[in-house]
């Protein structure tokens, strides 16, 4: 059964912090691997998808990279801002079609 | 720009009632599921439709049914609600497995 793990569940940086959010699962055999923001009382905010096949993505400040046969992603955030403090999510998915979450990392930028 | 639209937003239910969750989508996704979100457990997939006029059991179905009524409509339905069912409900979509996919805004439900 897949599992996804996210590391650390909660994390603090000042403004202006370029910082890394980290997900693991246990099951390489995955479709793609979705990031999310998610800010309290709210829904889900796609950030970026990556295809197994691939090995990084870039929207604006945020890089995602993927590495399967480790079974390992990362969220990088540069030159964080307070505007960035959400739940971050990392998600994979199986072979329905849906997907499997991890817990979140709670992001704060203070200013 | 409406995406994945879910009714109502918030909901109280005393134990026993039944109740329906509405979800919509305007962008011709083929795709819909139906989530939960419980503190300390994440999202968990309820059902999930892969195409009109199919459906499939999640992670925690029990105590729920499902209908896709047509390719943008996907209901929850809650026959005898129980307060283990309180939670946070979540549809989203999409138009295939490599494609993202897309959130409504939730709806909160507490089951007294």
Same mark, same amino acid.
Request: net charge positive; aromatic share 8%; charged share 15%.
């Given at each position: &059964? @897949?599992?996804?793990? @996210?590391?650390?569940?909660? +994390?603090?940086?000042?403004?202006?912090? %370029?910082?890394?959010? %980290?997900?693991?699962?246990? #099951?390489?055999?995955?479709? %793609? $691997?979705?990031?999310? =923001? @998610? #800010?309290?009382?709210?829904?889900?905010?796609?950030?970026?998808?990556?295809?197994?096949?691939?090995?990084?993505?870039?929207?604006? =400040? $945020? %890089?995602?990279? +993927? #590495?399967?046969? *480790?079974? =390992?992603?990362?969220?990088?955030?540069?030159? *964080?801002?307070?505007?960035? *403090?959400?739940?971050?999510?990392?998600?994979? =998915?199986?072979?329905?079609?849906? +997907?499997?979450?991890? &817990?979140?990392?709670? $992001?704060?930028? &203070?200013? | 720009?409406?995406?994945?639209?879910?009714?109502?937003?918030?909901?109280?239910?005393?134990?026993?009632?039944?109740?329906?969750?509405?979800?919509?989508? /305007?962008?011709?996704?083929?795709?819909?599921?139906? !989530?939960?979100? /419980?503190?300390?457990?994440?999202?968990?997939?309820? !059902?999930?439709?892969?195409?009109?006029?199919?459906? /499939?059991?999640?992670?925690?179905?029990?105590? !729920?049914?499902?209908?896709?009524?047509?390719?943008?409509?996907?209901?929850?339905?809650?026959?005898?609600?129980?307060?283990?069912?309180?939670?946070?409900?979540?549809?989203?979509?999409?138009?295939?497995?490599?494609?993202?996919?897309?959130?409504? /805004?939730?709806?909160?439900?507490?089951?007294?």
């Amino acid at each position: &059964k @897949q599992e996804v793990t @996210q590391i650390p569940a909660a +994390l603090s940086v000042p403004e202006g912090e %370029n910082l890394v959010l %980290n997900c693991s699962f246990t #099951d390489s055999a995955i479709y %793609n $691997l979705q990031w999310f =923001r @998610q #800010d309290p009382g709210k829904g889900l905010t796609s950030l970026l998808l990556i295809q197994s096949s691939q090995r990084e993505q870039t929207s604006g =400040r $945020l %890089n995602a990279s +993927l #590495d399967k046969s *480790s079974g =390992r992603s990362t969220l990088y955030i540069a030159a *964080s801002q307070p505007g960035d *403090s959400a739940t971050y999510l990392c998600a994979v =998915r199986g072979s329905q079609g849906n +997907l499997i979450f991890g &817990k979140g990392t709670k $992001l704060s930028v &203070k200013p | 720009n409406a995406g994945v639209t879910q009714t109502p937003k918030f909901q109280v239910l005393k134990t026993g009632q039944s109740m329906t969750l509405q979800c919509a989508q /305007d962008m011709n996704h083929n795709s819909m599921y139906w !989530y939960r979100q /419980d503190p300390g457990m994440g999202l968990r997939l309820i !059902y999930y439709s892969a195409s009109e006029g199919t459906t /499939d059991k999640g992670e925690v179905p029990n105590g !729920y049914n499902v209908s896709r009524l047509n390719k943008r409509e996907f209901s929850l339905r809650l026959e005898s609600a129980a307060p283990s069912q309180t939670s946070v409900y979540f549809c989203a979509s999409s138009h295939g497995r490599e494609q993202p996919q897309h959130f409504g /805004d939730g709806t909160r439900l507490s089951i007294l």
